[in-house]
């Protein structure tokens, strides 16, 4: 049975699914697909992103919830972002 690889946010929420089949059986195959740089692994993995292998009951419960935005995790995207005033432009 092929199972799915989730990307994890250091927030615990899923940010990504790939089949299994399709990447490969090893943690590094998947964090390879969602993150191809190198210096950009290094930098997830020390800020604590990380790829596991979930069947697909598994998938439907952690998963899906934060795929569908559905989830109560906190944001991880937008964790530095801050509001900008922009310059106001002549029309």
Not at 15 to 40: N, Q, R, W
Not at 55 to 84: M, Q
């Amino acid at each position: 049975m092929a199972g799915f690889w989730i990307r994890i946010a250091p927030t615990g929420c899923v940010y990504g699914s790939a089949l299994e089949e399709y990447v490969g059986p090893l943690a590094e195959d998947a964090h390879k697909e969602f993150t191809p740089k190198i210096a950009d692994r290094r930098r997830e993995a020390a800020e604590g992103w990380r790829h596991e292998l979930v069947g697909r009951d598994e998938w439907k419960r952690r998963a899906e919830p934060c795929l569908l935005n559905r989830c109560n995790h906190p944001s991880y995207r937008g964790r530095d972002l801050a509001d900008v005033q922009l310059p106001e432009t002549a029309s």
